[in-house]
């Protein structure tokens, strides 16, 4: 066992405690906070893949910002732990159980059983650098990119457009 | 090509890059980090002193360098007050998710030339890095002040998370411009590209500082830091005549000095950037001594050449860089001591309307002088500033006599009880 996969299992157990932090706790700052700790974690486990640049994104956009936003919005609002969200009717209990549980099969046939001859994860280096990544948005997929940023930018007119109405 | 000598000249210690040369990295950094935060704190008390007048801590140790070790001995033995109704568990982590983007954002810049004692992971990222850990630092204070349980405390922490989104935005565009030229993010790459020569001239080091469009970049980046680290004059998430102390009223004891301790660990992560930034990280003046030193060994003067070489010694690489950012942390308190706090609508008003419009502006610059070189960097400025003054003076100064109500005082004598009249024209 080498040093990578111990801190991959390091990791791996802390994506999945604040995975389920995330559904276990009733105050939604917590569970905010846990979800912005999962998203740092699968950042810093796309940089264990190589994948710097979607790691450094996962965590710039994600963390920084969008979780920012939410727990900034639970904040204002003053949001405490409701009691209308606990969950009284057990046929559904039981019907959340099995949904998880064949969820669950599947995960493991698909994901955690292949996973005993991928314990030394490699890829290839070059593929998630900026440049490789830069070449390709700016090449191959420019169209697919501009329009992108097009739509990114009606998105941004518009929320200005309904928050001016609004006030 | 210079900039290979040196590297050559730092392979004294050199070997396979193995984990035990990570943690020695890390260590290196977490130590020196730890081990200069009260000498921070000092010089800062000792300066505001000062430029206050005063004569400030003087009695701990030679000059009262021990004060603020005394200071922390104090705050840890202190009692410890948690106000009754906190949500406990984000209280107690708060401090700490406070103090963690300070130690981690380093983590990609170079102090020296030798690659296996800095940084610690010469990653391709290296810009991203340090501004997706500094939209981190926002978390600590946001928490801590929604978990105190107290009005002021999440104003504070509310404000907080304004600011830093809203100048983060800046700093990012202001860093991209001077990572364009770079062709890298890497911030080694960044460094050793300001080593080449300035505007054609070789004695001279094209530290970013010194082109038109670095000077922009790093002006912007450097208010941007202030906000970013809530410093005075954009300490409103803390200030203390309308919030009490902000974010960390209810903090005290150790958890108190925790935050204490983030705050000026940040301060000098941002010093030690803006040192490898726009100031040529690790050379000691922006100029080429190779160079130099190998001119005053072609005209005789021996002495001179060899005084030159020992300055680019790499192991003095570490000086110059921690001189720098000493330089800039006295900024910091210069700025703290000078500066009154800006007013809220002022704050937003700074970074949304004036320096995100001219970080872009000014990227757009570099990317024309990437283009077309230096003469058509030079007219896209004159025709920026023409434009910006056409701005003014269309727009602004007419709107501003239109609108703007000016109060005269009249003429008042000395004693009188008569009411002040004034007029608006």
């Known amino acids: 066992m080498n040093v990578e996969t111990v801190a991959f299992m390091i990791l791996a157990l802390l994506a999945v405690v604040s995975a389920v932090g995330v559904i276990a706790f009733k105050s939604p700052v917590r569970s905010a906070i846990c979800l912005a700790g999962n998203f740092f974690i699968l950042g810093v486990l796309y940089f264990m893949m190589n994948y710097d640049l979607i790691g450094i994104s996962q965590i710039l956009v994600y963390t920084g910002l969008i979780m920012m936003l939410f727990l900034f919005v639970i904040l204002l609002l003053n949001l405490s732990a409701p009691q209308m969200l606990q969950e009284k009717s057990y046929i ?16 493991f046939s698909q994901v955690v059983m292949p996973l005993e001859w991928a314990l030394s994860p490699t890829s290839n280096p070059e593929l998630g650098t900026t440049k490789s990544v830069g070449t390709a948005l700016f090449s191959n997929y420019v169209y697919a990119f501009e329009i992108c940023s097009i739509l990114l930018l009606v998105g941004i007119v518009g929320s200005i457009l309904l928050a001016k109405r609004r006030g | ?23 020695l990295r890390i260590g290196i950094i977490v130590g020196f980090l ?154 080694t790459e960044m460094v050793q590209r300001q080593f080449e020569p300035l505007y054609g001239i070789e004695w001279l080091q094209s530290w970013f500082i010194l082109t038109p469009f670095g000077l922009i970049a790093g002006i912007i980046f450097f208010i941007c830091m202030v906000a970013e680290t809530n410093r005075a004059p954009f300490d409103l998430p803390e200030a203390e005549s309308e919030l009490i102390a902000g974010f960390h009223t209810e903090y005290s004891s150790m958890k108190f000095a925790v935050f204490f301790m983030g705050e000026y660990a940040t301060m000098l992560a941002f010093s030690a950037i803006f040192a490898v930034l726009f100031f040529g990280g690790w050379s000691p003046v922006p100029l080429n001594l190779e160079y130099l030193a190998n001119l005053a060994a072609n005209n005789g003067m021996g002495w001179l050449s060899s005084a030159l070489t020992f300055l680019l010694n790499p192991w003095l690489a570490p000086v110059w860089f921690l001189g720098k950012t000493t330089l800039f942390l006295t900024f910091f308190i210069w700025i703290r001591a000078t500066l009154p706090r800006l007013r809220y609508d002022q704050l937003m008003a700074v970074g949304w309307k004036y320096l995100l419009p001219i970080a872009a502006l000014n990227f757009v610059v570099v990317a024309i002088w990437m283009m077309y070189g230096w003469p058509a960097m030079f007219a896209a400025f004159g025709l920026l500033i023409l434009v910006y003054a056409m701005y003014v003076a269309v727009v602004r100064m007419p709107r501003a006599k239109k609108f703007g109500p000016t109060l005269t005082l009249l003429d008042i004598p000395a004693n009188t009880d008569q009411t002040i009249e004034v007029t608006k024209s």
Do not use: C, H
């Not at chain 2, 008390?45 to 104090?74: C, E, M, T, Y």
């Not at chain 2, 991203?128 to 405390?153: D, F, H, M, T």
């Open chain 2, 1 to 23: 090509m210079q900039t290979t000598t040196i590297l050559a000249q730092a392979s004294e210690i050199s070997g396979e890059d193995t984990v035990w040369w990570a943690l």
């Open chain 1, 92 to 107: 559904r209990w039981w019907g959340a159980f099995a949904v998880a549980g064949a969820l669950g099969i599947v995960v």
């Open chain 2, 34 to 187: 730890l081990a200069v935060v009260p000498g921070i704190i000092w010089w800062e008390r000792r300066l505001l002193s000062w430029f206050q007048d005063r004569i400030g801590p003087n009695r701990v140790g030679l000059f009262g360098f021990l004060q603020p070790i005394a200071d922390g001995i104090k705050l840890f033995l202190k009692e410890e007050v948690v106000p009754d109704k906190v949500d406990r568990l984000i209280y107690m982590i708060a401090p700490a998710v406070a103090l963690f983007p300070a130690f981690v954002i380093l983590a990609t810049t170079p102090w020296g030339p030798n690659t296996l004692l800095t940084p610690i992971a010469d990653v391709d990222i290296g810009i991203l890095w340090v501004l997706a850990i500094s939209s981190l630092g926002v978390y600590g204070v946001v928490l801590g002040g929604w978990a105190s349980n107290n009005k002021y405390s999440l104003l504070g922490g509310l404000r907080s998370a304004a600011q830093l989104v809203s100048y983060e935005l800046a700093m990012g565009v202001a860093l991209y411009s001077v990572a364009l030229p770079s062709g890298s993010l890497r911030l």
